[in-house]
């Protein structure tokens, strides 16, 4: 049984999955040739080599991956492993107005339906998860990019705060602590004054986190950020990297048929420190819970109304 905790009513709009927008919580492994950013939300091209005699482009580090089991409670040790998973079509509900709050995208119009060709229906987010020593990459078998009738989504939330996550559970699960070094002298402690009295240097110095990608940044102990939760719809020549303790959703895909997806991770087959799972509470009276609006064309493809590639949004 998951810990659970209480969720506001709130619906989230569908964005289109870019290495940029989601950059925080992970990366996204694309043929850059292929990408459907726009061209000035893409990130530089990853460093490529020629390869296998000429014949082939071979993009390196595609992902970050991270184990961090040796920070792990029980120090026993994971191994790489890679399962598949064949995930099937989720259930959507018909779309119903409700007194949702519309999240963080503020004063947008999602019910504004500009041609009549477009259909709404609704994801109900029931459960979220985050492995915290292990990154998590999806790999889709068998999806083209054009594939219209069967999409994923990746569903992932901020961490909130440990204090704001304290009401909500008793004891936090394991969560990976790096031992920080303890400033021993007065001028170390100086050293991180700013104006630095040594240099006269105004910009923080850099601290041992600021250096790494944004996804491979400590996410902290805590719970889900609800309200800044957010959902991208992935084509079919994307591959999705969950970043080392990301709160996610179970794998969602929309459409006709499952999808196989390879996932490659670590794992040390201690349920607690492998999955964390966390399930959310709608109010019973009032509440529908976490909500995401899947607006789709008429051929099924699953609409963007928000953020990149939406030409209403308006950030
Ligand atoms: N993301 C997803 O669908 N599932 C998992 O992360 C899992 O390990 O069960």
């Known amino acids: 049984m ?66 961090l089991y040796n920070l792990a409670p029980s120090k026993k040790p994971a191994r790489g492993v890679m399962n598949m998973f064949v995930c099937a079509p989720r259930d959507l509900r018909p779309h119903e107005p409700s007194q949702s709050m519309p999240s963080s995208w503020g004063d947008m119009d999602f019910d504004d339906d500009a041609d009549g060709n477009e259909d709404r229906q609704l994801f109900d987010v029931h459960i979220l998860e985050r492995h915290p020593f292990t990154t998590q990459t999806f790999v889709p078998m068998g999806l083209s990019q054009s594939d219209r009738h069967t999409q994923y989504l990746v569903i992932v939330a901020p961490t909130l705060p440990a204090a704001a996550s304290r009401r909500h559970t008793d004891r936090p699960p394991p969560y990976p602590t790096p031992k920080i070094k303890k400033q021993k002298s007065i001028r170390d402690i100086f050293a991180r004054a700013r104006p630095s009295p040594f240099t006269n240097e105004a910009a923080p110095p850099p601290s041992q986190f600021s250096r790494l990608h944004p996804s491979q940044r400590p996410k902290g102990p805590g719970l889900p950020d609800l309200k800044n939760i957010r959902a991208f719809v992935a084509n079919g020549n994307q591959a999705v990297t969950y970043g080392a303790g ?54 099924g493809k699953v609409l963007v109304k928000a953020g990149v590639g939406n030409v209403k949004a308006n950030l």
């Open 2 to 67: 998951p810990t659970s905790m209480p969720a506001p009513s709130i619906r989230i709009p569908v964005e289109l999955l870019t290495q940029s927008s989601f950059s925080q919580f992970g990366t996204v492994i694309e043929n850059p040739a292929h990408s459907l950013a726009p061209r000035s939300q893409r990130l530089p091209l990853p460093d490529a080599v020629s390869a296998n005699q000429g014949t082939a482009l071979k993009f390196l580090n595609v992902t970050h991956m991270s184990n």
């Open 246 to 299: 990301t709160w996610h959703a179970p794998m969602a895909v929309i459409g006709d048929r499952p999808i196989d997806f390879v996932v490659v991770q670590s794992a040390n087959g201690i349920g607690i420190e492998d999955c964390q799972e966390i399930s959310l509470v709608a109010d019973k009276i009032a509440g529908e819970g976490v909500v995401v609006m899947v607006d789709s064309d008429a051929s």
